[in-house]
């Protein structure tokens, strides 16, 4: 079965082609560059320039597949959560598609998405395990028990672990989004330069808090002299990230413990950071387990991850009514 899906739900315009939920046979992103200079998404910017990219953008995914419509047997596309009018225009184009054709149609939660995108990358993972899903607007611990089956273990009580990064890289003059310049920047730091702290909300539950961080960081910036800033900023971004990781690394190894699984699956644009990556993979090692991580380009915001979870509900004969609306908070389940 051959899925074309839709992902517009923030600033990235994608399109994909997936073959039987595993082969990615494209996978088109434009990541908008309109928001740039206003430092943060602006909803309705965003919005207009998926409207301006959508076709092309769809037409570029069937030609690198090497394909046309009438060789796609299903649509997927994202329907929540995410900006409401973002949301829209690959929600409304992709039923239009289906209409059109009079094939299937599927309507696909955005955090499912992410968790497909570790079945895409490895076909064997399996259907146990815990899935830690860091991305720029959720920071959640999930139990998989299957396709379709998911616990959510614990989430952030503030601040998403990805919107700490961008606001850090704001603070540091990185610019919008941070993640991956922090990640970058780091590599040239030292840390251990400061100590920042490491939030614990509630250490028996599996909750993360990251504005404590955000604050820390910026309270300490404030003592800085324009050439202390270009002297370490390196060395902060390095501290900063040290702590956003070592968050993620200690709650993720509890949940493993509470769940008694033996696999960790990261997802969402933060699974994209080297640190991240490293740390966790060493310590699953540690406790024997294993750590599965999409490629970069599958962490962050693409339809591929969205193809590959439609694929799942469109093998199943489910279908989605072209009546469904774009849900901005829609929850996981
Ligand atoms: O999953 P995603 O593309 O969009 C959302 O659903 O939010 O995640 C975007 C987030 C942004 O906050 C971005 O700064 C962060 O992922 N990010 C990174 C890295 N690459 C992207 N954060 C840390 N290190 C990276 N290498
Ligand atoms: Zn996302």
Redesign the pocket.
Known sequence: MIVLGLET??D?TSAAVVADGRTVLSNIIHSQSVHHRFGGVVPELASREHIRRIIPIMDEALAAAGLTLDDIDGYAATFGP?LVGALLVGLSFAKALAYGSDKPFYAVN?LEG?IAANRLAHPDLGESFVTLL?????TMLIDVNGFGDYRVLGKTVDD????A??KV?KLLGLGY????A??RLAQDGNPSYVRFPRAIPDPKRLVFSYSGLKTAVGLHLKGYSADEMAVHRADIAASFQEAAVDMLCDKSLRALEVTGKKILALS???A???R?RFKLDEACRRIGARLIVPP?EL???NAAMIAAAGYYHLVRGEQSPFTVNAVPYQKLG
């Open positions: 739900s923030c990235e995410g955005h992410h860091v991305s720029g607007g959720h998403a672990a990805g919107e990064f961008d890289a989004p941070g993640g991956a922090i990640d969402g644009g933060v994209a950071n080297s991240l970069p962490c962050t915001d």
